[in-house]
């Protein structure tokens, strides 16, 4: 496992000693960590009941979702990576029995890394093949090391997306888009700067949620007088990032349905749609694809791929507000740094934005790449409106051209 750098830690440790100094978040977060030791017991006399057999995996379910959205919500586990997780496996998978006999050994800590992999990988397996494609097996990590984590606060870490993306951010943590190997990493990372630091898991954790929110805040000063009149705009500025959000969501659980991995532009992440962040349905970082640096950048900022393996299956851009013409432009990079790719690009526009999509498409710099006939244009509507059917008949993103018109068509 990579080893930390020391300037690395020595900069981690400047911020721990400038968050000691905030009066506020010490003790708050000292009194948060005194109520998760009540929680924690809570927690695991529940665990202890199921796997005894005391109560059934309903029982379970119930149990942890509505204490995790009330007295429990001190961990996070109330989202889609945790209690509705378990909802799912009991509503979708159905015979308990079976989900006794496959979960229950999961859910114990492992003693070992080796055997952290093997519960991971078997837990992918196991959703993968009994969930009818409804529990995504990006949350896997999450959701057990969630449970590992109650029974041994001090060996397994929980993958929270806030900890794992500062790590990221600060080029320490470089997940490789495998899903037990990206865990183990984070938990060995995490538990070197637990060492170096002289620091308890759950201060640990709570520090790197408070650096991430941090880095995440923008000070927007006081608007001017004449940028008053552009706030009464707001309500429709609101409505077009609602419709990029809803598209990326659907495209990537569409990705998802189909056994793709999804890569969504980082700056993207923290976006909600239908109570999920969607960050919870993308890898953390793209793997090597074989393009060259310039092509993988600007893949990067694409907002929608879908990806089997380090193959590209699909590469969408969402312009509900924005410039087509810039979208287009990336698409156009893209196929410039790659011209020998083979894999379709689509534009998702509102159905009023199409004859503009054909006019940009039209433009000379952008029939030279033949560009027009790589890149497909889907209706956001027409996506909203077969979403359903789609996910529920369709088994390969193929499909997702039968969505697409093109510039040739006469029907755009």
């Given at each position: 496992m990579k080893m930390i750098d020391q300037s690395a830690v020595d900069k981690i440790r400047v911020f721990w000693d400038d968050a000691q100094k905030d009066s506020v978040w010490k003790q708050e977060t000292g009194s948060r960590i005194e109520r998760r030791k009540t929680v924690q017991r809570e927690i695991l006399q529940l665990l202890h009941h199921y796997v005894s057999g005391a109560?059934?995996?309903?029982?379970?379910?119930?149990?942890?979702?509505?204490?995790?959205?009330?007295?429990?919500?001190?961990?996070?586990?109330?989202?889609?990576?945790?209690?509705?997780?378990?909802?799912?496996?009991?509503?979708?998978?159905?015979?308990?029995?079976?989900?006794?006999?496959?979960?229950?050994?999961?859910?114990?800590?492992?003693?070992?890394?080796?055997?952290?992999?093997?519960?991971?990988?078997?837990?992918?397996?196991?959703?993968?093949?009994?969930?009818?494609?409804?529990?995504?097996?990006?949350?896997?990590?999450?959701?057990?090391?969630?449970?590992?984590?109650?029974?041994?606060?001090?060996?397994?870490?929980?993958?929270?997306?806030?900890?794992?993306?500062?790590?990221?951010?600060?080029?320490?943590?470089?997940?490789?888009?495998?899903?037990?190997?990206?865990?183990?990493?984070?938990?060995?990372?995490?538990?070197?700067?637990?060492?170096?630091?002289?620091?308890?898991?759950?201060?640990?954790?709570?520090?790197?949620?408070?650096?991430?929110?941090?880095?995440?805040?923008?000070?927007?000063?006081?608007?001017?007088?004449?940028?008053?009149?552009q706030s009464i705009e707001s309500t429709n500025t609101r409505k077009e990032t609602s419709e990029h959000t809803q598209a990326q969501w659907l495209l990537a659980s569409l990705g998802r349905k189909f056994g793709c991995n999804v890569w969504i532009?980082?700056?993207?992440?923290?976006?909600?749609?239908?109570?999920?962040?969607?960050?919870?349905?993308?890898?953390?970082?793209?793997?090597?694809?074989?393009?060259?640096?310039?092509?993988?950048?600007?893949?990067?900022?694409?907002d929608v791929v879908w990806l089997k393996g380090n193959q590209i299956q699909a590469a969408f851009e969402i312009e509900c507000s924005t410039s087509i013409y810039s979208g287009l432009l990336r698409m156009s990079d893209l196929a410039v740094a790659s011209p020998n790719l083979n894999f379709p690009l689509f534009i998702v526009a509102p159905k009023e934005r199409g004859q503009k999509v054909k006019f940009e498409l039209s433009r000379p710099t952008f029939q030279q790449l033949e560009l027009h006939k790589r890149c497909g244009y889907i209706e956001l509507e027409e996506l909203v409106a077969q979403f359903s059917n789609i996910h529920k008949w369709a088994e390969h993103p193929s499909v997702i051209k039968k969505l697409a018109t093109w510039v040739s068509d006469s029907s755009l």
């Open positions: 109560i059934t995996a309903d029982e379970f379910k119930t149990t942890f979702h509505r204490k995790t959205s009330t007295d429990w919500d001190l961990f996070g586990l109330k989202g889609m990576s945790g209690a509705i997780v378990l909802n799912q496996i009991v509503k979708h998978i159905g015979d308990e029995k079976f989900i006794a006999f496959n979960l229950k050994p999961l859910l114990s800590a492992p003693p070992s890394e080796e055997e952290a992999r093997l519960k991971i990988n078997t837990f992918i397996e196991f959703v993968h093949t009994h969930g009818k494609g409804h529990i995504q097996e990006g949350h896997s990590p999450f959701f057990l090391s969630a449970w590992w984590h109650m029974q041994s606060p001090t060996e397994w870490p929980i993958f929270y997306i806030s900890a794992r993306t500062f790590l990221q951010d600060q080029d320490i943590y470089q997940p490789k888009g495998h899903l037990a190997d990206d865990y183990l990493q984070f938990r060995s990372l995490f538990n070197e700067l637990l060492t170096k630091l002289n620091l308890e898991p759950w201060w640990l954790e709570l520090f790197l949620a408070k650096l991430y929110e941090d880095s995440e805040k923008v000070e927007i000063p006081p608007p001017k007088p004449e940028e008053i009149q532009a980082r700056n993207d992440h923290s976006r909600t749609w239908n109570n999920q962040e969607l960050g919870t349905l993308s890898i953390t970082s793209l793997p090597s694809l074989g393009l060259g640096q310039s092509s993988e950048r600007i893949i990067q900022l694409i």
